[in-house]
């Protein structure tokens, strides 16, 4: 039976999840997935660090509360985040990243997750900051160092969509995709068909912790972009920065918009896509649109996300599921270690 | 580079729709795949067959028309249909089984997988009837002969459902499904939204090719239920035979079922399901039902497929695509071609 050693960077809602679900479920993941997983240490910049080789336990961790320098009520803790030693000297096999997603520069998660790669450590992470900006050379340093970097929820969640694509779509002739990606809009949306407008949804959707005080990110289109360029580089072999993904949101659609499409039997979404030219190049935008009620993302409402897939062979495949949450994100990282397991077990 | 011999045992549309891609693609398919392939035999009960160890063309056979012995047309065929020789004798690594599918005892493919497994060779097939009936057999028979028995095409052709569930799932608790696996009864109950009455919406897709001359198999839910056989035997781990699942189909869902059924913002649909049970057992059942307007599948409408799984960490998690045409369907097959080529690359 195989037991991995990981270490969580980062210790809010997602890496807590994952704690939990280790608590919950790890004696069943040795029968049904063939390994197990030991916490090794844990490190935050709010609430500090620990560190234990013999493993510190889930379910303590998940019971710490969320209170600044808490991992020091650990004997192995301290209020400081000894963010290297957890990444380097912890013992981990594997670092689970979830810290939060920097649009700018992904800084400081692509610096931890460096650090783990250097060391010879997989990382799995659910944080779009270094993906977006830093996969290709975050993935070539992986692999030169022979180890995994994997990063499923980083779009959608849990739901299976990098994985998904690369597992089960090689030979369709994958030639781009469209996609609700941020659940928030998209219930935004939604609330407004229904006769709410614009600020009242953006209000009903924060009253839900669906949005941020500052819902820009998610209604200006900022959030579906990173996840745009996170897709077209990893399924259509694309280089983009975000710069060059043209991007707007929905805070300029009017109830009028809504109401009068959905008389024509459309739905407006805010939809991230890129496609392959015929001279390989590959073009990316973000932007609301109305969609007619056959198309495969018409159907897609409130929170839930989707992606379908363009492709020669097989027309639009459509996969759809949660876009966030705390146990579905920290499931993206269990099947990313399912993914390094397969690997290993297989190698 | 590696090169498969594959030997094609029916050739209807679907390998028909093989040897396309295999005529067009093949060079790709060395790039992108990393393996080509090399059609050796081919049979077929009406057309013939045909044997070269050194390969037979495939633009050739795909411009073979669909006459009595037409096999007999090739310096290597003849009008008679040697299958067994085609399956054992012709050098195949891999069978490719897409004969019709016969509900009741699944023959001939079931003796034609079972002699492509005896004698060593992968066997990847679109048709349900062995797998409905015969999976645990022959999927003993590949482990014990260290091969490939792979099935993706016998539900909801090309599009990834069985593999999906195996490669991206294990971990989220997976402990249910609900389908729409079966198009042209779909198709049919979408036309009756649009104000059809029954036999006409059976007859546009009869119309469309979507239905057979006699559409009993599709509509009365009897292709659903060895779908649901197969999915809830390969996924809950069920031991389900065909007999086991309760089954009822569309025709004597009335006009005013469906309109009463919009008017309260919901569309009927024919469901085929199945669950665990606390105790561990599995039920299932195809069944029509109205679905409420948020239900994953509610917006599933004409030909496509969709399959919504219900997991424990994700909640609901959708794919939908198509569920027939040759292409489609040939691509499922090179889809567990390359599955085949995955495992033994690694291993």
Not at 38 to 54: H, M
Not at 153 to 169: D, K
Not at 212 to 237: Q, T, W
Request: with cysteine; aromatic share 6%; proline share 3%.
């Amino acid at each position: 039976m195989t037991e991995y050693k990981i270490a969580l960077v980062g210790f809010g809602g997602v890496n807590r999840a994952l704690a939990q679900l280790i608590a919950e479920r790890n004696a069943r993941w040795q029968q049904e997935l063939g390994f197990s997983l030991k916490i090794v240490g844990v490190t935050d910049l709010f609430l500090g660090s620990a560190i234990d080789r013999d493993g510190l336990d889930a379910a303590t961790l998940v019971a710490l509360p969320a209170s600044k320098g808490a991992l020091a009520q650990l004997a192995q803790g301290s209020a400081e985040a000894f963010n290297e030693a957890v990444i380097k000297q912890s013992g981990a096999d594997i670092i689970a990243e979830a810290t939060f997603t920097n649009p700018k520069d992904g800084e400081p998660a692509a610096t931890f997750c460096r650090w783990a790669l250097e060391a010879g450590k997989h990382v799995v992470t659910t944080n779009k900051g270094p993906v977006a900006l830093h996969a290709q050379s975050l993935k070539a340093l992986a692999k030169a160092k022979g180890v995994s970097f994997e990063y499923e929820g980083a779009v959608m969640s849990g739901t299976p969509v990098l994985r998904m694509a690369r597992q089960t779509l090689p030979g369709a002739g994958l030639v781009g995709f469209e996609g609700i990606l941020n659940g928030t809009s998209n219930y935004v949306l939604t609330r407004m068909e229904e006769g709410l407008g614009f600020a009242e949804a953006v209000a009903k959707a924060q009253e839900l912790g669906y949005a941020e005080a500052d819902p820009s990110a998610d209604v200006e289109g900022y959030d579906v972009r990173l996840k745009v360029v996170i897709l077209a580089n990893e399924l259509l072999g694309a280089c983009l920065q975000v710069s060059d993904v043209a991007c707007s949101g929905i805070s300029a659609i009017t109830c009028d918009d809504i109401q009068q499409a959905l008389a024509s039997g459309q739905r407006w979404k805010l939809i991230g896509a890129a496609s392959r030219n015929q001279d390989g190049s590959v073009q990316a935008s973000v932007q609301a649109r109305p969609l007619p009620g056959n198309h495969p993302l018409a159907g897609i409402s409130g929170a839930t996300n989707a992606v379908a897939f363009d492709t020669k062979l097989l027309g639009a495949v459509t996969v759809s599921g949660p876009g966030a949450g705390r146990i579905e994100t920290a499931f993206a990282l269990l099947s990313d270690i399912v993914a390094i397991h397969a690997t290993k077990h297989s190698a």
